[in-house]
């Protein structure tokens, strides 16, 4: 496993052109839902995923997360962008680069390709199942454009079990699906009645753009 985490690593960030900073994790708040609101719309991220980093530009949210419960680990990049072809072009590059890398250090890799459908749109999934000798871990990458939204987004999930790695994608998109937009009008509250006066008052990939 150890060897793998490392060449996950390597593949990632070994060609990264960006300086190095300091992480900038997001905890959650015990009884409160950790939200985000990224690029007009707020999502809601599950407990069970740590926000480790999270990096905010003009028309871009980058955000890696960490599964506490399968350790698996996650990295998503939403871009504001009306360009289809640059979405799958940086999804696909980013795929093919991982497999190149992969192949390189020794390891099999066996790809396989499918699709899932979220906000009438289809995200494209290229699952990676990466063995050396008795070791064995997944690389799954995503890609979806909505184009209503102005959306690109791309991420990867790294799994030292392969077995966790479907899994671990459904639980991305059962988090991309809480979102809301903020632009929404608010629904009216209903009416309640006065509270008595005696209790107090009761909370991230420039290529695709």
Known sequence: MKTLAIVWTITLVGCATAPVRVPRPIPHVPGKPLQLDILGYRYTVPERLNVQDHNRQAGMFVIAMQDTINRCRVELAFITTTQQEKVDRAFNDAADTAMEHSRRAGLTVDERTGTRKI????????????????DQA??????LYVPERQLGIQGHIFCDDPGFVEPATKLQFAFLETSRSL???????????????????????????
């Open 119 to 134: 906000w009438n749109r289809q995200a494209t999934i290229r699952t990676q199942y990466l063995t050396q000798r008795e």
């Open 138 to 143: 997944a690389l799954a990458y995503v890609g």
């Open 183 to 209: 632009s929404a009008p608010a629904a009216p509250a209903a009416p309640t009645a006065p509270a008595p006066t005696s209790q107090p008052v009761a909370s991230q990939a420039a290529q695709m753009r």
